[in-house]
């Protein structure tokens, strides 16, 4: 696969865009996912240091990669942030073609990674994955949840770790597994009968919906985290689940 | 058994079989393994870690009456708190970034200046102190601009704890857990009403969480 092929994604475009590069036969980089080997100082000339560090991840992805073409979705599915983004990266990339998309998606694919029993990590990385594919989702058995995980998928996955495998994902990150990311009824279901995290990046928007359906959840914790996880950051969660007889 | 609580500055250690806590300053706990640990250094010094909110909440549990309240603790390097409703953990929080080093430098300020918190009366006014080593240059200021340096480190000391009152969601009534317990100019500085519980509190934890069945089966 030649550099010429290769095409980033921003969130989480239109289904359609995903079938016509695959249909290109592209290579499909997902810039929201940090790159070995990218710094993200690379941001630090186009994006201020203190901002949302998804949104720097991606401005540094994109410096360091210089893809041809970038599909970036800067509707509701999405943030405000990511259209300031665009407007921006046309700037810093003149010989990359910078394409703002809106998700409006409403056909569900289900969400069978959320559900299943696998490590928390591992079944983020497939949830963010399967956004590059159009393909089906593979079966996977739903487990009986034990604690719950809302939000995105962290810039640090290990924020991850301290949960049981028997976690279920919501919030956003369902979202993107269901390729319906603007949908605020799914986004905003969490289930009351099990401990949940929710969970916002730093500076991001949805820390005000974090803290709102914290509020309503009967057996919640409210985080958020910035570039890395923070040692006292994993262990309020690990406290948390602990207290709450998680194991 | 032996528990320990691997502080930054102080070690606290309960032999089960022998009752009483033993405090000690870590530069001079050299070589001790406990069974069960919690605290910065347990990691490498203990055959468990407890996580230290979980310690924390453990020994609340013990020790207070109540099945809501809010239990702050105030150690060395950080602070961290817990709030119980109901008997359920409502919220948690652990500040040590931001709250770096704050009964470290009260501790190192006093002997600096060669003051007695116990004769110290709380000021009318406070610094605004988010840090510990950042709001050191708050008293040399103060210092400067003509302020007596008991002044100078009381208003501190109170705007130390303005912000672990506002870091701990502003309770009515808060729990305090820590060395500072023991420092009464600090705890007449809150706002509201403090209820030192001393600082062997994670200690009792972790006794509660030892004599849990199967906590810590192998």
New interface residues.
């Given amino acids: 696969m030649n550099a010429e092929n290769r095409v980033a994604i921003v969130g989480v475009p239109p289904l359609a865009v995903i079938r016509q590069l695959e249909a290109e036969g592209a290579e499909i980089i997902d810039l929201d996912m940090p790159v070995s080997g990218v710094s993200l100082e690379r941001a630090s000339h186009c994006l201020p240091k203190v901002y949302c560090a998804i949104l720097r991840t991606v401005a540094a992805n994109a410096i360091s990669l210089r893809p041809r073409r970038i599909f970036i979705d800067i509707g509701r599915g999405k943030c405000d942030g990511a259209a300031h983004l665009a407007t921006i990266l046309r700037y810093a990339l003149p010989d990359s073609e910078v394409i703002a998309v809106e998700n409006h998606d409403r056909q569900p694919f289900s969400a069978p990674r959320c559900q299943t029993a696998m490590p928390l990590i591992d079944k983020m990385r497939a949830i963010t994955a399967s956004v590059t594919s159009s393909a089906a989702h593979p079966f996977f058995v739903p487990c009986r949840a034990t604690a719950g995980f809302w939000g995105v998928p962290p810039r640090d996955f290990s924020l991850l770790e301290p949960f049981p495998d028997t976690t279920h994902v919501f919030g956003w990150a369902r979202c993107m597994e269901n390729k319906t990311p603007d949908n605020s009824e799914l986004e905003e279901f969490f289930d009351p009968t099990v401990p949940t995290v929710f969970f916002a990046q730093s500076f991001c928007a949805k820390s005000a919906l974090v803290r709102h359906l914290a509020a309503r959840h009967?057996?919640a914790?409210?985080v958020d985290s910035d570039v890395a996880t923070?040692?006292?950051?994993q262990?309020?969660i690990?406290?948390?689940l602990?207290?709450?007889g998680v194991r | 058994m032996l528990l320990a609580d691997f502080g930054t500055s102080y070690v606290k250690l309960l032999d089960t079989a022998a009752g009483e806590p033993r405090l000690l300053a870590t530069k001079d706990a050299v070589g001790i393994t406990a069974d069960v640990a919690t605290g910065h250094n347990s990691l490498k010094r203990a055959k468990r870690s407890v996580n230290e909110l979980t310690a924390l909440a453990k020994g609340g549990g013990v020790l207070i009456a109540e099945d809501s309240y809010t239990l702050l603790d105030c150690g060395s390097r950080d602070i961290k708190f817990v709030r119980f409703e109901q008997g359920r953990v409502k919220d948690m929080g652990w500040n040590t970034e931001c709250g770096a080093s704050m009964g470290f430098t009260i501790e190192l300020l006093a002997r600096y200046y060669h003051l007695d918190y116990r004769t110290m009366t709380v000021p009318r006014r406070s610094f605004s102190v988010t840090c510990g080593v950042l709001g050191m240059s708050h008293i040399f200021d103060a210092v400067i601009e003509g302020a007596s340096e008991a002044e100078a480190v009381a208003r501190f000391i109170k705007g130390i704890a303005l912000n672990a009152f506002v870091f701990a969601g502003s309770p009515e009534k808060l729990y305090l857990s820590g060395g500072l317990c023991d420092n009464p100019l600090f705890i007449q500085s809150f706002p509201g009403q403090v209820i030192p519980l001393g600082r062997f509190v994670l200690l009792t934890g972790l006794r509660a969480l030892t004599a849990e069945n199967g906590v810590f089966a192998p």
């Fill in positions: 009967p057996c914790l409210a923070s040692g006292s950051g262990a309020k690990q406290a948390f602990e207290l709450n």
